[in-house]
């Protein structure tokens, strides 16, 4: 069975425009910039700005999948059949998300993160079932970076946003909510997929907070911490008793 031609093209199509935005974006000036909109609001909840150099991954892993899926010799199996839709929207979300905060659309950029962070882990959480496939590491690492980093990134969107509108009257307390309900998708994502590109971008982006928080919020940044052993151990006890069966 061929692989469908437009469905390759809409991945190569959406790692160009997520790639291609930002860089626009920068070289225009044009709008907010994803950390000067950020900045309006992250008082209550916020990771350090080197954890987001973590785009520079994603990024490089994302084509090398859009280019890998769309090669001739790459033949069609059941883990592109079940990836490659959700990972056009999850992909293209991204530089969607950067047009909608640089024109400062608060609310809007909730949803698209929304939507975004769910299909990029609908993809791994479809393809966790297909095990025969000699470069399925070309597919689910990319994508597992971006689900795990993007689980992290939607909560601390959510909580900025509602900053900026004024509707956090407790910071620490919905920080420490906040960082509870990531965990809580992330143990159930985990759980499902035993991804750990996955497991790895969330425990990057908790670090990231705990750097970010030591200073005015102790508490926020050990939880963080605490969460990021504790995804840690829930992937490694998975692996394990996998092992032993």
Partial sequence: MSKPAIRTLFVVLATVFAIAVPAIQALADFGLS????????DQTLRAAGYAFAIWSVIYAGLVLYAVWQALPRTP???????????????????????????????????LVILVTTACAIL??????????????????????????WLTAATALNIVTVATMEGLV???????????????MVALAVIARTRSLPYALALIWA????????????????????GLAVLVALAWGGLRLRSGRR
């Fill in 34 to 41: 994803a950390g000067e909109f950020s900045y309006q609001g």
């Fill in 76 to 110: 069609e199996s059941p883990l592109l059949r079940a990836v490659a839709w959700p990972s056009v929207i999850a992909i293209a979300g991204c530089g969607v998300w950067i047009l909608v905060t640089a024109v400062n659309w608060r609310w809007a950029s909730v």
């Fill in 123 to 148: 993809a791994i959480w479809r393809a966790a079932p297909e095990t025969v496939n000699s470069r399925r590491w070309i597919v689910l690492w990319p994508l597992g970076l971006l689900a795990g």
């Fill in 169 to 183: 009257g407790a910071p620490t307390a919905t920080a420490l909510v906040t960082l509870a309900a990531v965990a």
């Fill in 206 to 225: 908790l670090i990231g907070v705990f750097v970010a928080q030591q200073a005015g919020k102790p508490t926020v940044a050990w939880v963080a911490v």
